[in-house]
Every structure is written in C-alpha cells, then in structure tokens.
C-alpha cells in the first residue's frame, strides 16, 4: 500500500519487529548467483549486459476458461547490500557479471520494518503485512512480462509499455513483495510489462543529517537507482525504454511525485500517476532543520553523541533491533498520523528552499503526462488506527467511539496535529471554526455524525486537497520539448468510490485508502488472494477490468482513452473463433469516444461499458468517478474546490496568526485572554480604574 501503518508504533504491543529473532533478519547479503549452472529450458532466460537471469512461467486463468502465460522475474538485484560502510549512504549499483546466470524465482528481502498486530483477526488489515524474511540486504526488483510463444513473436515486434510501481507505507513500512502488488494479471491482461522495486524505509531510508555521509532521501535514491536499472536494462526483457509509467500510492505516490519534481529523475521515466498523495501532503515531507532535530533526537536515544563523524560511526554499528526499537521511541503516542522520517528538502534532491518554493513546482517535468487521484475516504484507515482497538473494528459498529462533543473535539484536536500545543487557549477556537467550516446543518447531529465529520477532515487535510492542489498547479505547466511543446501538459484526475463487497471493514470506514490498488492490479482475477484475504464478485471483476485497461492505455500513450491495438492488447491462448472477442483491429489507434462504449476484452464475461476519460484542465477540472456500483463511470468538475482553498490558503494564514500572537502576548505581556477573544473574533473590552 499503502499505506502508512502509522499508528502501529504507538503501542509496545504492536511494535514486534523490536522482538524479532536472528532467523527472522538476514545477517549477511543474499547470493542469487549460480556458479557453473544453467537456466532449466523450460524456464525463461534473458540476458542482459549485468548477467543472465532466469525466470518462472506461469499461467494466468481467466473466466471464461482462457489463459495466459507470463514470465516471472523475482529478486533482481539493482543494489548492492546498504550495510556496514554503506548504511545511510546513497545506493552503489552492484558490479556488472555479464558471464554469470542469476536464478530470479523467489521473492527476496522485505526492508527493515515494523510489524503489525493490530487488527490482525481482519484480512484486509493482514494483507498489508510483510510476506518475506527482512534484511537490509533488500535492494531488489521484480519483473513480470506477458509471455509470447514463437509463433506470435517477430523481429519487428514493438516493444511493450512499461509499468514501475513504488509502493506506500509512510515511509517506515511497505515491500514490493505483497500478494496486492502481484503484476501478472495486469501484465497478461493488457499486454505491458510491470516491474516493482524495493527500497529502504524509516531511519535507514531517510535519516538526515549535514553530512555526504548520511545525506537524507537514500529511499528515493534507491528509487531512482531502480529506475535506471530499468531504463538501462528494460529493453533487454521487450520493454520500450522510452515508455516507462510510474505508478504509486500513498507514500509512493508522494515518492512519484518528488521524481517529478526533482531534475535528478526526470531521465528514466515518461509518464506518472499519482493514487492518493503528492508530495504537498502536510506529512508527505519535512524541512532541513526539523528533519536534523530528529536526526538529533534519534541519535540521543542510541547514545551516540559527540561530532557529526563519531554520531554517524556509531549508528552504523547499531543493530538492525537497536534502530528499529530507537525509531519506535520517536513516536508519540497521542499522534494522529506521524512519520519521523519523511524525505527531506535537501536543495539537493529536491532542489527547493522551503515549502512555499516547492508549491511552485519550479523543477517538474514537462514532458510526458501526469495522473492523480483520490479514494472517496482517505481518512477513515488512520482514525481506525488513531481511535479504534482491536475489539471495535468489526463490521457492526456504526461509528468511532465517540460519546460527546467533547470527545469529538479532542479527536478533531488531534488530527489537526495540535495536541501537543502549548496555548490550547489559542487553539480551541481554530478547531471550532473548522468544525464550523464542515457543518453542513443539513441533519441532525448524531454520533455517527461525528465520525463522519472527522473523516472528511482528515481526508481532506491529508490526501485529497494536497493532490488536488498538485494537479491543479501541473495544469499550468506547458511542455517544452517533444512533439507537444508549447502545449499544456496533460492532466487527467479520478475518484474512486467503489466499496470490496466482501471487505471486513466497519461500514463507516467507506472505501478506504489503499484499497483502490487491487483493481489496477487485477487482483480481483488472483485465486491466491481471494482464498487467503477476501474475494470479488463478477461485476468487481469487471471493474478491474476497467481499471486496468485506462491505466494501460495511459501508460501506453499518455491518454487513458487510446484503446490498444489487436496486437498490444493481451497475449491469451485462445481459440480462433473467439478472435472477434478481441478489441477491434485497427489500423490507427481507437479513442473511446461515446460517453458509454461497450467493449469486450479477452477474457471477460461481459462487456465493460468505459466512459471518456476528460482531461483535468484549469478552466474546467474534469475528471472521472469510479462510483459506488461497481463499473458505474461518471465526470465530474471541480473536486473538493472549496474545501482545498480552505487548507491550502486559510488554515496556514489562521495558524500564522496564532503563531503572531503567542509571540506577541509572550512578548508584551498582555492577557491571554486578549489573544482568545481576538481569535474568535470579538474585539477586547477594556477595563480602566476608576
């Protein structure tokens, strides 16, 4: 996901990772490599410049009896082992062996993290659970490619579209390896070749500190060093290096948008798509002097002190348990949603001075088009965390365990991340007025109503407003190079409504965060995952279906309307009678172009009824809704217009002026008293002696 397990540091009980045995964290680099040996015939081989790598087969079945082949590459080294001299440092790509066969079958090493506890008796809470063993040694890939046989293959066959996914988890969780990121079935369905990559989270992925030795964002290194791995060595497998897609949620997707914004990346990817956050998130990333502070405060609690040589020295002789146990104490417990090591405005990176100056988005790049969007409630996985335990998840319950205004009002106190202020005086007003900004007087207050309010807040103030924000800026960006130069840059925007029938979630929790992925990936179509966490119906199917095939397209050609063409759509064995199933056969590309075009694709029960994908341009903010019903298409304008004006305009303004006047009554000495009534907007009586 994800997804930020955020809460899940909170408790003593749910950081496990602290009790981990030795077997459980790999002590020393993992060899992939076979000395003398070759790849089985009947396993995929494909040699690239840095080695040879063998694969695994697999065959994909659909329901309506076709199948698919794709060729499976687990564990592909991009990076060589972070540990020792190079914990904190920048990613060294490993050296390049041209004469060796490394076996790329078994997922590899999940990053130092984590574990959670919490909700576990839930299967959508499981399912974002690391699946393999974790070691620092963890810089690795994983390719899936549609499977051709010879007779389908010739010499001038175009090279497929290519998929880079970066996942989310707050930047302290989260693995490439989860059944929910399985890219067989979009690879198979739509004819593209997916790859997804590792990289360090927590402390070890974006520790900061003055020095070269520990430069801060090694996690978006590591990212990048992926990209180039494959930008460099795509090709070699049949993918088109001058069509590669990131694509990331949560956390990844503020990881895809810093590579849009950071001139450092922009070489080793085309096009971009960003679900549910951008690097604007008011968590999403963190300035030079606080990120130090941690540093600071991290390097306090394992005992190293003294200059910043003998500091970094000593974290590096820190075990894997040390750090994780130091970084659980960074946590505070009446938080909402922390992360103690974002990435950082390192001016290097991310080339940028403060906040105000990445809002401008100076360095994004211009060529290419982008994607956004959001889930209709962002914020209901992290009140779960914040206010719910492990008896109160269940699907009965109607609301969050709130009694009274006041409880709701501390709630909302502390998912505005005041909790800790030190004039609550000041701050009582600027929660009411945002509880007032959401009132809508249109019912009659009830407990449920509460909770209801508390989702949109928080959805508002984390996820939604700060993508929304992104896209509207990148709607003034013009392109500058290529065939389109002088021309907008391509912005399309969707929401996604639609609910998992069978999802254990309490019904308030809405369609939650993170929980639009298993339709990009198909993973509606995966037998393995339906037994083990929760399964589909047909019409949810048919959704993925939607989902997938507008995310193709648009890694295809920039425009998620293009549908492919007979031969870049999906390699399935089927019968020749059923070639006119297939999506017609043209000779230029085909746009959907009817509000509602029925097409069947390759394996489908039914036909998907697709809807225009509008651009998101500034003047008229179109975008696409994925409704509540499942396959259900809508357009809407404007997303959340007046609400992300608040956030982004007059929340900062409201907190600047509480900051003005601490200092001023601090300063002066007048009553605290003045300061509350100024802030609720009466002017002060005075009362003169007489």
């Known amino acids: 996901m994800l997804f930020v397990w955020w809460f899940l540091l909170h408790h003593a009980s749910i950081c496990a990772l602290a009790d981990l045995t030795p077997s459980e964290i790999f002590p020393h680099p993992i060899n992939l490599s076979k000395s003398d040996w070759k790849c089985p015939s009947d396993r995929p081989a494909t040699i690239t410049t840095v080695g040879t790598f063998c694969g695994i087969r697999e065959v994909v079945h659909w329901p309506d009896g076709m199948a698919s082949k794709v060729d499976i590459y687990y564990g592909i080294r991009y990076g060589q082992p972070p540990v020792g001299r190079l914990r904190f440092r920048k990613p060294v790509p490993p050296p390049a062996e041209p004469d060796k066969v490394f076996s790329a079958n078994e997922l590899q090493a999940t990053c130092p993290q984590p574990r959670d506890t919490l909700f576990q008796e839930c299967p959508a809470a499981r399912m974002w659970q690391p699946n393999t063993l974790m070691s620092e040694d963890c810089l690795f890939l994983n390719i899936w490619v549609p499977s051709h ?177 130091a970084h659980d104490a960074m946590f505070n417990d009446a938080s909402y949603f922390s992360v103690p090591f974002p990435p950082v405005l390192d001016q290097h990176f991310l080339p940028y001075e403060n906040g105000l100056r990445l809002r401008q988005m100076r360095f994004m790049k211009t060529t290419g088009s982008v994607m956004f969007g959001i889930n209709k409630n962002e914020g209901s996985y992290f009140l779960l965390y914040a206010f719910v335990n492990n008896s109160d998840w269940r699907g009965e319950h109607t609301q969050l365990p709130i009694r009274s205004r006041a409880e709701y009002l501390t709630c909302l106190r502390r998912v505005l991340e005041l909790q800790d202020d030190i004039r609550p005086e000041l701050t009582d007003p600027l929660i009411r007025y945002i509880d007032f ?170 036909k998907c009824e697709f809807s225009n994908w509008p651009q998101y341009l500034n003047e008229t903010a179109s975008y696409l809704i994925f409704g509540e019903e499942a396959g259900k298409l809508s357009v809407g304008s404007a997303p959340r217009r007046r609400q992300c004006l608040f956030w982004q305009r007059w929340y900062p303004a409201l907190l600047l002026q509480i900051s003005l006047l601490i200092i001023t009554t601090k300063n002066i000495g007048l009553g605290e008293e003045i300061a509350r009534i100024t802030l609720a907007g009466r002017e002060p009586e005075f009362k003169t002696k007489n």
């Open 437 to 606: 900004e959401y009132e809508t007087y249109d019912y009659i207050p009830t407990l449920a109503s509460w909770t209801r309010r508390l989702e949109v807040i928080s959805s508002d103030r984390s996820f939604k407003c700060p993508t929304i924000t992104m896209a509207n800026t990148a709607t003034n960006q013009y392109v500058l190079s290529g065939p389109r130069i002088g021309s907008k840059l391509p912005v399309y925007f969707y929401e996604f409504q639609h609910r998992t029938a069978s999802v254990q979630w309490p019904e308030w929790a809405g369609t939650m965060h993170g929980y639009e992925i298993e339709y990009v990936f198909g993973i509606p179509f995966s037998p393995q995952f339906q037994a083990t966490f929760y399964r589909f119906t047909d019409e949810e199917r048919r959704l993925s279906d939607m989902m997938m095939t507008y995310w193709a397209n648009f890694a295809r050609t920039g425009d998620p309307n293009i549908l492919p063409l007979d031969k870049d759509v999906l390699n399935l064995n089927s019968p020749a009678g059923e070639a006119e199933e297939r999506v017609d056969s043209v000779l230029e590309p085909k746009h959907i172009t009817d509000y509602l075009e029925q097409v069947r694709l390759p394996g489908s029960l039914a």
């Open 149 to 325: 046989t010879p007779s389908e293959m010739n010499s001038n066959e175009e090279k497929l579209a290519v998929m880079l996914w970066i996942y989310g988890g707050s930047f302290y969780t989260g693995t490439s390896t989860l059944s929910v990121y399985d890219g067989r079935f979009l690879a198979a369905r739509q004819n593209v070749i997916v790859a997804s990559l590792n990289y360090r989270v927590g402390p070890f992925g974006f520790l900061f500190t003055d020095q070269a030795e520990v430069p801060g964002n090694m996690g978006l290194w590591d990212q990048r060093l992926a990209m180039k791995w494959v930008k460099d060595h795509i090709g070699s497998f049949g993918g088109d290096p001058e069509r590669i897609t990131l694509f990331g949620e949560s956390a990844g997707a503020v990881s895809v948008s810093a590579h849009l914004l950071s001139p450092w990346s922009h070489a080793f990817f085309t096009n971009a798509v960003m679900q549910s956050g951008s690097i604007l998130g008011n968590w999403a990333v963190s300035n030079a002097v606080r990120a130090l502070e941690q540093t600071n405060k991290f390097s306090k609690i394992l005992g190293c002190t003294g200059n910043a040589v003998n500091t970094i020295d000593c974290l590096r002789k820190k075990s894997v348990k040390e750090i994780l146990d």
